[in-house]
Structures are given as C-alpha cells and as structure tokens.
C-alpha cells in the first residue's frame, strides 16, 4: 500500500517533470506490467476437479 511518506518521496522525486515525460514513464511502466501479468497468465493451470466443484458449493 502507497503511505503517505512514501507517496511524498515519490512526487518530490518526480517534481519538475513535463507532461510528456510522465506519460513516457506511464507507459514503460503499464508495458512492464501488462508483460509481468501475461508471463503469470500464462503459468495458471486448471485445478483439480475437486477444487472446482468445491468453489461451485
């Protein structure tokens, strides 16, 4: 969870950056992120039959 030091330090750091620049760093971050997510997507397996019909109850 972002606290509020945390948050500060964060937009102390960023302070004087233009619009473009944030977008730029925005978007390298949704990159990484949305490549993270698909590398996870793609190592969930089905479970057992027995999860399944107990997650149905």
């Known amino acids: 969870m972002l606290n ?5 330090l964060i937009l102390e750091t960023m302070q004087g950056i233009t619009y473009l620049e944030w ?3 925005r978007r390298i971050i949704d990159i990484y992120f949305e490549s993270e997510a698909t590398i996870q997507e793609n190592k969930i397996q089905l479970a057992s ?8 109850k």
């Open 23 to 25: 977008k730029k760093i």
């Open 4 to 8: 509020e030091e945390k948050a500060k």
């Open 49 to 56: 039959p027995k999860v399944i019909v107990d997650l149905c």
